[in-house]
């Protein structure tokens, strides 16, 4: 349990804000991690966990605030400023570089004795890694090239690699760790639970995590995050999950958000079979959706259902299996072929995959269907801001009309052009969404939500990988989990009639 | 994936319009500064900046030397950019798709020795196989590049090797000249009525390929996968087959350009248009194309290949040596990258 | 951790150039068969010679290609090395008379011209193909008019011919500078920060610069050494053919990327190194001097340099090819 003595926190954050344009990412943040503890911060998607992190490892700077080290006033302006106070980061996605050796990546950038004018002393690195790797108590030798390592190993020299950034400071050092179990297999966890209970000794850490069990098992002290702004701190021992996921979701989700009064019944005909589908990290996948129907799929970080969405649609190559539309045989080898049936995609990654920034409204609307605004395959200017128009006008997309470049839009407004797209579609038969809510605002989500019920009301049948449960549970007609690339349950949702989150949370993991 | 969106999010956004372009941007600048800064506006916006520096340029040399400045210079002017301008508008092709050629000037220098060889001993049949060849050799270059996924100007590279030997094999290192058929190709430099064919031809397949880009369905998705290519393939288009489709036109166009080169010189060696591969490039990034891809096109270029054109004659008229040229080339094309690159669109150049 | 024999070799070999080792004893083992005249001391000693110079390119050419950036303006820097050497030690043109002391001078020159292009992409953010085709170009027009207008400047300094002519211990003197140009390569990428870095650069610039790396600086040095290796190789161009010229490297280009590349230093860097590329430039040497025994025309060399290219290329992209990836 975190001691109250008299020691100064290892870092204390007073008031921390931070924004970008007119999204606030942090609003007023104060919280402290002291010394010799390890520290929970949870969220969803969005809540500022990332923005802490990154202001924390000194990637970012606050807006305003003050954040102390031991008592000193401090502000990091870059990684290696923070990592040379002692603050490291663990990323998710490892920061380990695979082509060179595990002594040079424990000590990148921060080599101190082992480089002297210039010149590497590589038995002076050897020996300063293998004292760190024998914290974490890894068997990997100093010498070996990274990549020839299993994941879990990399993982602890990655904790190896924080763990050595404390050495150039006479303090413990602080080490935070951004999910670090998401890839993890049980076994590799409950080692990597001992390092930490370990290090713990002469460290501090905070650990990020989205799985809530886990938190609550390892952590002194929790903070849980939501819309920016520290919500609650947590005591684990009085704590459980469920507490843990109502703090984290807070609001009072009222039907009225999730415009489940626009919903309407599916029609009882199969629009979308999809017989034994099996494709990059997902395998032998069957399901029938109806016309008009909404079906949301949850499921963790590859669970597969990404992958179930883009071989739909012809971006991933499927091993075996078929789809059919109407009866009719889908060719899932371009995303011409789930084009030219009538299926729609919004990829997950807006501003990478879904809107081209360089171009205007009008021309992100009409890529897909260019046949619906031209002649034997001549634009036609007129029909162009005509149809362009009528869209801005219908989803109420706020922009200066469709000349505007998109890079001028708000996140919101290039979803809906994306949306725009499929839907000015002749014949749009099967809308597929990866996270189409993903770091939208409240408004802007619920104005995606009102599209969705819409389009399923004419008949488009809609397959949503949901961001978050209450999203699956309150839009759909029915909700898929999906965990190691397996379809694991299958609830139906109606108003009265919701599948309870702990259900679908047992099905997804 | 450690993607920028990942390590700035928004700011991204901010910062990601493109110097071309911001019309919203432009025009709120004119509104305060006036009106000489709303016609500046206005020219950038249109692209226009590249023809009125034709025209500053060619006031500049008339000033400095007069006598030099004639319709008999402008005639050769023309002539002489109209291979120039066949493979600036191939690179500006590949370039507006994001992509680099540089095997442009080798493979346009291996059709001239082929095109002399073939006219010396097939006859009139060798023009449409010269043609053809550019499209294939062009195809296939756009095919490897995207099947293997090969940067671009790795496969080019290596093609223009390629090329360059087998136009010293196939000349046999030596200049190889037209004895038959001149006829063939040499009315291109004919000037009806004083104007020079060679060049109204080069304009009007400029004005094609204008069209092309700027108004048909297929011509914006070679814009759309400059911009993003990844969005684009999510839209349901076949971007292999765009880019391999783009790199056969600029191989036509090549193809083009050696038929001119040759109805110029009546002569060809392996290596006889390959100081033009620096200036192709510059006519394309002086016209106003951004290097990065997705902004300008085959309209601006026509510009730019005059300016390039411009600054070979006009050098001359002023009295600059001939070996300053490469230099002024160099330059240019860093200078007028530096200007246009979009800084904030990735995170790192290599 | 699989600890058999094969897996134990694997990892001691990891990051050497064990497949470039392979392939080079093949081709001399194929080409030793059919020209028994191959494996002469005097043929041998020809093969390291013709060896020497692209290798010294390579040296430099490997940090910028770890680096994951390229440098295309070797033979243009080459031009710039070549007639300024002919110009820095006695000749017919002037009356200056550096010596051997030309070359640190001239390794200068092509410093600089090596650091334009690492301004113009580190600074300007210019692609670096496209800032060293430019510099090429720049470098091209320097060295027309170092060339002036009269006939090719004329070296007659003997100790500056005897770098590549004389021989010591059997094998020509630049052969033996070549070595020392290799071993100091090697020194520099095992035991300096720079050479360190150029893997780690390579690996992921993002993990680089989350690490507090000035990249930049690094990047930046790898342009300074290419130009200093290029120009160094122009003026022994100079040295071997006693004149001055302007296309001094004329297809060394291609040999060099492709050597590069065949050794198996990957264009999207990060791995190969130093050794593998000289052990590339080996086996396009082999190729070429074999070609010329068994009787194949000069002309195919560019031709051979080009498809070995595509080839050697193509082979390591295909690991990385997956569905959307975008390569531009």
Same mark, same amino acid.
């Given at each position: 349990m975190a001691q109250t003595s008299t020691e100064a926190p290892a870092l204390r954050l007073t008031d921390v804000s931070k924004s970008f344009g007119v999204v606030n *990412? #942090?609003?007023k943040v104060s919280l402290e991690i002291r010394p010799r503890e390890v520290v929970g911060l949870i969220g969803e998607n969005g809540a500022g966990k990332s923005s802490l992190l990154k202001i924390l490892s000194g990637n970012q700077t606050a807006d305003s605030g003050t954040m102390e080290l031991r008592g000193r006033p401090v502000t990091f302006s870059s990684i290696s400023q923070a990592m040379s106070n002692g603050v490291a980061m663990v990323y998710q996605e490892q920061s380990l570089l695979p082509n060179v050796s595990v002594a040079e990546n424990i000590l990148l950038g921060n080599e101190r004795g082992a480089v002297r004018d210039g010149f590497y002393r590589w038995k002076q690195m050897h020996r300063t890694a293998q004292r760190h790797l024998d914290e974490v108590k890894s068997g990997v030798s100093p010498s070996d090239i990274t990549d020839t390592l299993p994941f879990a190993q990399r993982q602890m020299v990655e904790v190896a690699k924080a763990l050595a950034t404390g050495d150039g400071s006479p303090y413990d050092p602080v080490i935070l760790l951004d999910e670090p179990t998401s890839v993890l297999e049980s076994g590799d966890i409950e080692t990597l639970f001992s390092v930490i209970r370990r290090v713990k000794e002469h460290a501090s850490i905070v650990f990020v995590s989205h799985r809530l069990e886990e938190v609550l098992e390892i952590c002194d002290r929790v903070y849980v995050m939501r819309d920016g702004e520290v919500v609650a701190e947590v005591d684990p021992a009085e704590a459980d999950v469920d507490q843990l996921f109502r703090l984290m979701v807070g609001r009072d989700l009222t039907s009225g958000y999730f415009r489940e009064d626009l919903s309407t019944e599916p029609t009882p005909d199969v629009r979308l079979a999809i017989e034994s589908l099996t494709g990059p990290g997902f395998s032998d996948v069957s399901l029938g959706i109806n016309r008009g129907e909404i079906v949301s799929i949850l499921g963790v970080q590859d669970s597969g259902r990404e992958n179930l969405g883009r071989v739909l649609f012809g971006a991933l190559p499927a091993a075996h299996g078929s789809v059919r539309i109407d009866g009719e045989r889908v060719g899932l080898r371009s995303t011409r072929d789930a084009v030219a049936r009538g299926i729609g995609y919004l990829p997950s990654e807006r501003k990478i995959d879904g809107a081209i920034m360089g171009m205007s409204v009008a021309d992100n609307m009409t890529l897909a269907h260019p046949d619906v605004v031209s002649t034997l395959g001549v634009m036609r200017s007129r029909r162009v801001r005509e149809v362009a128009d009528e869209w801005i006008r219908r989803l109420a997309i706020k922009t200066s009309?469709? /000349? *505007?470049?998109?890079? =001028? #839009?708000s996140g919101g407004n290039q979803q809906k052009v994306v949306l725009a797209k499929w839907m000015l579609a002749p014949d749009l038969r099967v809308l597929i969404l990866d996270t189409p809510t993903r770091g939208l605002d409240v408004g802007a989500k619920s104005e995606v939500y009102a599209i969705l019920h819409g389009l399923a009301a004419k008949g488009v049948s809609i397959i949503l990988l949901a961001d978050s449960l209450e999203e699956g549970i309150y839009v759909s007609h029915r909700v898929i989990t999906m965990a190691d690339g397996k379809v694991t349950g299958e609830f139906t949702s109606r108003p009265g009639n919701r599948p309870s989150r702990t259900s679908l949370i047992e099905r997804m993991l | 994936m450690p993607t920028s969106s990942e390590v700035t999010p928004v700011v991204e956004v901010e910062k990601g319009r493109r110097p071309a372009g911001s019309t919203t941007r432009s025009a709120k600048r004119g509104e305060r500064k006036g009106a000489a800064a709303r016609v500046l506006g206005f020219v950038n916006q249109k692209g226009l900046t590249p023809a009125i520096v034709v025209v500053l340029m060619i006031v500049v040399f008339w000033a400095m030397n007069p006598s030099g400045v004639t319709l008999n210079t402008l005639s050769t002017l023309f002539d002489q950019s109209a291979a120039l301008l066949m493979l600036a508008l191939a690179q500006s092709l590949v370039v507006l798709m994001g992509r680099i050629d540089l095997a442009n000037s080798a493979l346009a220098s291996f059709l001239c020795v082929l095109l002399v060889i073939w006219l010396n001993t097939l006859g009139p049949i060798a023009i449409p196989l010269v043609l053809l060849l550019g499209v294939a050799i062009g195809a296939l270059q756009g095919w490897v590049h995207m099947y293997f996924q090969i940067p671009s100007f790795v496969v080019t590279l290596a093609v223009s090797g390629i090329v360059g030997g087998a136009g010293l094999i196939a000349s046999g290192a030596s200049a190889v000249s037209l004895i038959q058929n001149f006829e063939l190709v040499q009315w291109f430099y004919e000037s009806p009525g004083g104007i020079p064919l060679a060049f109204v031809i080069g304009a009007a397949i400029a004005a094609v390929l204008a069209f092309f880009v700027a108004k048909t369905a297929r011509g914006r998705t070679l814009k759309a996968i400059g911009s993003n290519q990844r969005a684009t393939a999510y839209s349901g288009i076949r971007t292999t087959v765009t880019v391999v489709l783009g790199f056969a036109l600029a191989g036509l166009l090549i193809g083009i350009a050696a038929i001119m080169t040759v109805g110029q010189l009546g002569t060809a060696s392996s290596g006889i248009a390959n100081s033009l591969l620096l200036p192709s490039i510059a006519a394309v990034v002086v016209g106003g194309t951004a290097i990065s891809g997705g902004t300008g096109g085959p309209g601006r270029i026509v510009f730019g290949a005059l300016i390039i054109a411009l600054l070979r004659i006009g050098l001359d008229i002023i009295g600059v040596p001939q070996e300053f040229q490469p230099i002024v080339y160099g330059v240019i094309v860093i200078a007028a990258i530096a200007i246009t690159v979009n800084r904030s669109r990735t995170l790192s150049v290599v | 951790m699989d600890n058999s024999l094969l897996a134990r070799f694997r990892r001691a070999t990891h990051g050497q150039p064990v497949p470039a080792l392979i392939a080079l004893a093949l081709i001399v083992v194929v080409i030793a068969a059919q020209a028994p005249v191959f494996m002469t001391a005097g043929n041998i000693a020809n093969v390291i010679d013709q060896a020497a110079i692209p290798a010294i390119i390579v040296v430099g050419l490997s940090f910028v290609i770890l680096m994951g950036s390229i440098d295309l303006s070797v033979e243009g820097v080459m031009a710039v090395g070549s007639m300024s050497a002919a110009l820095l030690v /006695? =000749?017919?043109? =002037?009356?200056l008379d550096f010596g051997l002391w030309a070359l640190p001078v001239v390794m200068i020159i092509g410093g600089v011209l090596g650091l334009v292009s690492g301004l113009a992409v580190t600074r300007l953010r210019i692609p670096s193909f496209l800032a060293t085709i430019a510099i090429a170009s720049v470098a091209s027009g320097i060295a027309l008019i170092l060339f002036g207008t009269s006939a090719k400047p004329q070296i007659v300094d003997p100790v500056f011919i005897d770098l590549t002519q004389g021989t010591f211990l059997g094998f020509t003197k630049v052969s033996w500078l070549a070595l020392v140009i290799v071993l100091l390569g090697l020194v520099i990428q095992r035991y300096t920060r720079f050479g360190r870095y150029a893997y780690v650069i390579g690996g992921s610039e993002e993990i680089a610069k989350l690490s507090g790396i000035d990249v930049r600086r690094y990047r930046l040095l790898a342009f300074v050494i290419a130009g200093m290796c290029s120009s160094l190789a122009g003026a022994l161009t100079a040295s071997r053919t006693s004149i001055g010229s302007t296309t001094p490297g004329d297809g060394l280009l291609f040999l060099t990327i492709a050597s590069v590349v065949i050794g198996g230093t990957i264009l999207t860097g990060g791995r190969g190194g130093v050794l593998h590329s000289v052990i590339g430039v080996l086996i396009m040497g082999v190729i070429v001097t074999g070609m010329v025994l068994i009787g194949v025309s000069g002309f195919y060399q560019q031709i051979i340099q080009g498809v070995v290219l595509l080839v050697a290329v193509t082979a390591v992209a295909w690991k990385l090819r997956r569905p959307m990836r975008v390569v531009m």
């Amino acid at each position: 349990m975190a001691q109250t003595s008299t020691e100064a926190p290892a870092l204390r954050l007073t008031d921390v804000s931070k924004s970008f344009g007119v999204v606030n *990412a #942090l609003t007023k943040v104060s919280l402290e991690i002291r010394p010799r503890e390890v520290v929970g911060l949870i969220g969803e998607n969005g809540a500022g966990k990332s923005s802490l992190l990154k202001i924390l490892s000194g990637n970012q700077t606050a807006d305003s605030g003050t954040m102390e080290l031991r008592g000193r006033p401090v502000t990091f302006s870059s990684i290696s400023q923070a990592m040379s106070n002692g603050v490291a980061m663990v990323y998710q996605e490892q920061s380990l570089l695979p082509n060179v050796s595990v002594a040079e990546n424990i000590l990148l950038g921060n080599e101190r004795g082992a480089v002297r004018d210039g010149f590497y002393r590589w038995k002076q690195m050897h020996r300063t890694a293998q004292r760190h790797l024998d914290e974490v108590k890894s068997g990997v030798s100093p010498s070996d090239i990274t990549d020839t390592l299993p994941f879990a190993q990399r993982q602890m020299v990655e904790v190896a690699k924080a763990l050595a950034t404390g050495d150039g400071s006479p303090y413990d050092p602080v080490i935070l760790l951004d999910e670090p179990t998401s890839v993890l297999e049980s076994g590799d966890i409950e080692t990597l639970f001992s390092v930490i209970r370990r290090v713990k000794e002469h460290a501090s850490i905070v650990f990020v995590s989205h799985r809530l069990e886990e938190v609550l098992e390892i952590c002194d002290r929790v903070y849980v995050m939501r819309d920016g702004e520290v919500v609650a701190e947590v005591d684990p021992a009085e704590a459980d999950v469920d507490q843990l996921f109502r703090l984290m979701v807070g609001r009072d989700l009222t039907s009225g958000y999730f415009r489940e009064d626009l919903s309407t019944e599916p029609t009882p005909d199969v629009r979308l079979a999809i017989e034994s589908l099996t494709g990059p990290g997902f395998s032998d996948v069957s399901l029938g959706i109806n016309r008009g129907e909404i079906v949301s799929i949850l499921g963790v970080q590859d669970s597969g259902r990404e992958n179930l969405g883009r071989v739909l649609f012809g971006a991933l190559p499927a091993a075996h299996g078929s789809v059919r539309i109407d009866g009719e045989r889908v060719g899932l080898r371009s995303t011409r072929d789930a084009v030219a049936r009538g299926i729609g995609y919004l990829p997950s990654e807006r501003k990478i995959d879904g809107a081209i920034m360089g171009m205007s409204v009008a021309d992100n609307m009409t890529l897909a269907h260019p046949d619906v605004v031209s002649t034997l395959g001549v634009m036609r200017s007129r029909r162009v801001r005509e149809v362009a128009d009528e869209w801005i006008r219908r989803l109420a997309i706020k922009t200066s009309g469709p /000349a *505007a470049e998109m890079v =001028n #839009l708000s996140g919101g407004n290039q979803q809906k052009v994306v949306l725009a797209k499929w839907m000015l579609a002749p014949d749009l038969r099967v809308l597929i969404l990866d996270t189409p809510t993903r770091g939208l605002d409240v408004g802007a989500k619920s104005e995606v939500y009102a599209i969705l019920h819409g389009l399923a009301a004419k008949g488009v049948s809609i397959i949503l990988l949901a961001d978050s449960l209450e999203e699956g549970i309150y839009v759909s007609h029915r909700v898929i989990t999906m965990a190691d690339g397996k379809v694991t349950g299958e609830f139906t949702s109606r108003p009265g009639n919701r599948p309870s989150r702990t259900s679908l949370i047992e099905r997804m993991l | 994936m450690p993607t920028s969106s990942e390590v700035t999010p928004v700011v991204e956004v901010e910062k990601g319009r493109r110097p071309a372009g911001s019309t919203t941007r432009s025009a709120k600048r004119g509104e305060r500064k006036g009106a000489a800064a709303r016609v500046l506006g206005f020219v950038n916006q249109k692209g226009l900046t590249p023809a009125i520096v034709v025209v500053l340029m060619i006031v500049v040399f008339w000033a400095m030397n007069p006598s030099g400045v004639t319709l008999n210079t402008l005639s050769t002017l023309f002539d002489q950019s109209a291979a120039l301008l066949m493979l600036a508008l191939a690179q500006s092709l590949v370039v507006l798709m994001g992509r680099i050629d540089l095997a442009n000037s080798a493979l346009a220098s291996f059709l001239c020795v082929l095109l002399v060889i073939w006219l010396n001993t097939l006859g009139p049949i060798a023009i449409p196989l010269v043609l053809l060849l550019g499209v294939a050799i062009g195809a296939l270059q756009g095919w490897v590049h995207m099947y293997f996924q090969i940067p671009s100007f790795v496969v080019t590279l290596a093609v223009s090797g390629i090329v360059g030997g087998a136009g010293l094999i196939a000349s046999g290192a030596s200049a190889v000249s037209l004895i038959q058929n001149f006829e063939l190709v040499q009315w291109f430099y004919e000037s009806p009525g004083g104007i020079p064919l060679a060049f109204v031809i080069g304009a009007a397949i400029a004005a094609v390929l204008a069209f092309f880009v700027a108004k048909t369905a297929r011509g914006r998705t070679l814009k759309a996968i400059g911009s993003n290519q990844r969005a684009t393939a999510y839209s349901g288009i076949r971007t292999t087959v765009t880019v391999v489709l783009g790199f056969a036109l600029a191989g036509l166009l090549i193809g083009i350009a050696a038929i001119m080169t040759v109805g110029q010189l009546g002569t060809a060696s392996s290596g006889i248009a390959n100081s033009l591969l620096l200036p192709s490039i510059a006519a394309v990034v002086v016209g106003g194309t951004a290097i990065s891809g997705g902004t300008g096109g085959p309209g601006r270029i026509v510009f730019g290949a005059l300016i390039i054109a411009l600054l070979r004659i006009g050098l001359d008229i002023i009295g600059v040596p001939q070996e300053f040229q490469p230099i002024v080339y160099g330059v240019i094309v860093i200078a007028a990258i530096a200007i246009t690159v979009n800084r904030s669109r990735t995170l790192s150049v290599v | 951790m699989d600890n058999s024999l094969l897996a134990r070799f694997r990892r001691a070999t990891h990051g050497q150039p064990v497949p470039a080792l392979i392939a080079l004893a093949l081709i001399v083992v194929v080409i030793a068969a059919q020209a028994p005249v191959f494996m002469t001391a005097g043929n041998i000693a020809n093969v390291i010679d013709q060896a020497a110079i692209p290798a010294i390119i390579v040296v430099g050419l490997s940090f910028v290609i770890l680096m994951g950036s390229i440098d295309l303006s070797v033979e243009g820097v080459m031009a710039v090395g070549s007639m300024s050497a002919a110009l820095l030690v /006695a =000749n017919d043109r =002037n009356s200056l008379d550096f010596g051997l002391w030309a070359l640190p001078v001239v390794m200068i020159i092509g410093g600089v011209l090596g650091l334009v292009s690492g301004l113009a992409v580190t600074r300007l953010r210019i692609p670096s193909f496209l800032a060293t085709i430019a510099i090429a170009s720049v470098a091209s027009g320097i060295a027309l008019i170092l060339f002036g207008t009269s006939a090719k400047p004329q070296i007659v300094d003997p100790v500056f011919i005897d770098l590549t002519q004389g021989t010591f211990l059997g094998f020509t003197k630049v052969s033996w500078l070549a070595l020392v140009i290799v071993l100091l390569g090697l020194v520099i990428q095992r035991y300096t920060r720079f050479g360190r870095y150029a893997y780690v650069i390579g690996g992921s610039e993002e993990i680089a610069k989350l690490s507090g790396i000035d990249v930049r600086r690094y990047r930046l040095l790898a342009f300074v050494i290419a130009g200093m290796c290029s120009s160094l190789a122009g003026a022994l161009t100079a040295s071997r053919t006693s004149i001055g010229s302007t296309t001094p490297g004329d297809g060394l280009l291609f040999l060099t990327i492709a050597s590069v590349v065949i050794g198996g230093t990957i264009l999207t860097g990060g791995r190969g190194g130093v050794l593998h590329s000289v052990i590339g430039v080996l086996i396009m040497g082999v190729i070429v001097t074999g070609m010329v025994l068994i009787g194949v025309s000069g002309f195919y060399q560019q031709i051979i340099q080009g498809v070995v290219l595509l080839v050697a290329v193509t082979a390591v992209a295909w690991k990385l090819r997956r569905p959307m990836r975008v390569v531009m």
